[in-house]
Structure formats: C-alpha cells, structure tokens
C-alpha cells in the first residue's frame, strides 16, 4: 500500500440552474419583460443568464459581473434587476465593454455567414432585422441607464475589445463573464484575457456559440490551447450556452 489517499479530490461548488422553482420563474418573466426593449437576447438566452448570475451570487462565487457586447445594455441591465428583486438590492455591478459604434469587419475565421451579414449592413442601411446592425451609442446606454437607476452599478468600457480588455480590465475577479461580441477576434481576445479573471466555480457565457461560427472556433481553440476541461452546456435552442470555470489548467 502506497501513501497516495485515494480520496477524490472535491470540485468546486459550481453555480448550478435554478430552473423550475416557480418563484424563480416569476422573478425571471418580470424581469425579461421589463429588459425586453433594449435587448436581443431571446429570452431563454436571458433566463439562463439571470439563473446563472443569480446562482454564482448565491453561491457565493467571488467578483463583479461582465458583460463584452451589449448592444443597448439590457441583458446586462437584467443581471442587475433580478439581483434587486432577488435580493432587495444590486450586490455585484456590472462591467459593460462595447465599441458603442457597432461590430468590426468579420475576419476570415468567422465565414460566410458573418462576410453575408457585414456586406449586407453595408449595402442595406436600414437594417431588416430592425437592431441598427448592432450598433447602440454610449449617450443612448447611459439614458437607459438612468432610466432604471443603475448609476454607480455600472461600469462602462467604450472601445474596442481588442483594446479594452488588454488596457481596462476589471480590477477585482469576475464572478459572471458574459460574451456576446459574435466575431472571433474579439472572443478569443476577451477569453485570453478576461476568463483567467473568472473565479473557480463562475460561468463564462458565450452567446454566439451556436450562432457565429467564428465564436464557436474561438472557444474550442482557447479550451485546446490551454487544456481546460470545460464542460460546455446548453439551454433550449443553443441560444445561451455555458461553461462553468473548473480550473485555469491541468
Ligand atoms: C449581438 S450585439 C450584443 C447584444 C447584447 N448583449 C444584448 O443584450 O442585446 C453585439 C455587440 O458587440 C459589440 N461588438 C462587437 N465586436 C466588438 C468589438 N470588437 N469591440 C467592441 N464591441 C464589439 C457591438 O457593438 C454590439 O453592441
């Protein structure tokens, strides 16, 4: 008998899925339409995202919230709502990096679809799909902002992530990392530099992973390139897709 004790070693207590408690189900409707205006999000992308942050706060999963991608800010916005009807108050701000001028041109990673989307927003200007091309003004976030009474619970990032997350990062651990900036330069910049800064047990969200291509390469290259054993979970219609932060390596 060697000395090796063959006791497995305890995973981190992840943030688990609320999912079912009726209450729960309540708080989350409320909150999805209330958010609805100034968001994208389908709304099992937001549930899972609001069941996600409100599990890693309970959990007591250390760090702010991030969002890279906002848009108009409301899935950010309802990661903070849901904490105030939850718990009376916001206990985690927010952090939210956006270029507030829209996306960049897709790269060659990120296909046909994206090269279809970006010529499309060059050839058609007012957009079919009734979103401006993604594109939201800082003035008008900051409105929306005002307008829920989140000042002092947000941090905003203007810029564009390939420059921010190197030059503006959070200066305390992520406890929710949420990425919804579709193309993959900016993903796999924001989970080189911004996944290290999630704490053990915390859920990096990736919004675009079974929508853009380009999202989907970035992920699997980041988890190969650093052979991190992620688990990457799905709720309904891959339109919030998870993985919980195990470990930084083996
Ligand atoms: C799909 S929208 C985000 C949707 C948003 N999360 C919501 O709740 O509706 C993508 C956002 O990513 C931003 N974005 C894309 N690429 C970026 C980059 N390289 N740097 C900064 N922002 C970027 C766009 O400006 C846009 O607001």
Not at 7 to 25: E, N, R, T
Not at 38 to 67: H, K, R
Not at 160 to 187: F, G, M
Not at 214 to 220: D, E, N, P, S, Y
Request: proline fraction near 8%; glycine fraction near 8%; charge should be negative.
């Amino acid at each position: 008998m060697n000395d090796f004790a063959w006791i497995s070693p305890q995973p981190p207590k992840p943030a688990v899925s609320v999912a079912g408690d009726l209450v729960m189900h309540g708080l989350i409707q409320r909150v999805i339409a209330e958010v609805r205006p100034w968001t994208m999000v389908p709304d099992e992308g937001l549930a899972t995202t609001i069941e996600l942050t409100l599990s890693a706060i309970n959990a007591g999963i250390p760090g702010d919230l991030v969002e890279c991608g906002v848009w108009k800010g409301g899935c950010s916005f309802a990661m903070l709502l849901a904490q105030r009807y939850a718990f009376g108050e916001i206990r985690r701000p927010v952090w939210m990096y956006d270029s507030f001028q829209g996306m960049g041109a897709p790269g060659p990673q990120d296909g046909d679809h994206a090269r279809w989307w970006k010529q499309r927003s060059l050839t058609i200007p007012d957009d079919p799909d009734k979103q401006n091309y993604c594109a939201a003004s800082l003035d008008e976030v900051k409105a929306i902002i005002a307008h829920f009474k989140f000042e002092g619970f947000t941090i905003l990032r203007p810029g564009w992530l390939q420059a921010t997350v190197l030059s503006r990062k959070p200066d305390k651990k992520i406890a929710v990392l949420r990425i919804d900036c579709d193309w993959y330069e900016p993903v796999k910049c924001v989970l080189e530099e911004l996944a290290p800064l999630v704490s053990t047990g915390g859920p990096v969200i990736l919004d675009d992973y079974g929508i853009w291509e380009g999202c989907t390469l970035a992920t699997h290259e980041y988890l190969a390139k650093h052979q991190l054993p992620w688990a990457i979970k799905s709720s309904p219609n891959d339109t919030g897709v998870w993985m919980i932060k195990t470990k930084d390596s083996w």
